[in-house]
């Protein structure tokens, strides 16, 4: 049975748009997009845009600093969490022109990881693709991606984030 994932998390003045693959397990449970303790998402935005106490206020620190946060997949059949096991023949992408039609000052996408990169790039219409500026893969912050140290992770981030 295949999972579905979360409405985005933005303001109409979104500049930058995140997107991970498709929650995990956890996350799905939580209904919090990140919601594993393990993975670094809101650690690493605790640091760069004061993200750091309930789900609620992290998610309006995102939005008052321009982030937008959202997943490639609207529906997709993995087993577990692990983005390797995401079933892309079995997948629904989310409506991303009615998303940056909505969104029009967003110049900047920042993949949660290369499987994020990969099934947007895979599925998602090409013409549709370069109406984006500026993409960016970005180092997942998965605890299963350990061969980065955390910060060289967070640098990375603040890089992307902070970039004008």
């Known amino acids: 049975m295949p999972d579905t994932g979360f409405p985005p998390i933005a303001r109409a003045d979104a500049r930058i748009l995140i997107l991970g693959s498709m929650p995990g397990q956890k996350s799905l449970a939580a209904r919090q997009y990140y919601a594993h303790p393990q993975n670094a998402f809101w650690r690493i935005m605790g640091e760069l845009v004061a993200a750091d106490d309930s789900y609620e ?92 140290p955390y910060a060289e992770k967070l640098r990375r981030w603040r890089d992307f984030i902070k970039a004008n």
């Open 57 to 148: 206020q992290r998610c309006s620190a995102l939005t008052s600093n321009g982030i937008a946060l959202w997943d490639v997949l609207h529906r997709s059949e993995r087993p577990g969490s692990m983005d390797a096991d995401i079933r892309a023949d079995q997948s629904e992408i989310n409506d991303f022109q009615g998303f940056f039609d909505r969104h029009p000052a967003l110049s900047r996408v920042g993949f949660n990881g290369q499987m994020a990169a990969k099934l947007f790039r895979q599925l998602v219409d090409q013409q549709l693709q370069d109406t984006i500026e500026h993409i960016v893969v970005m180092p997942s912050t998965s605890a299963a991606y350990a061969s980065m």
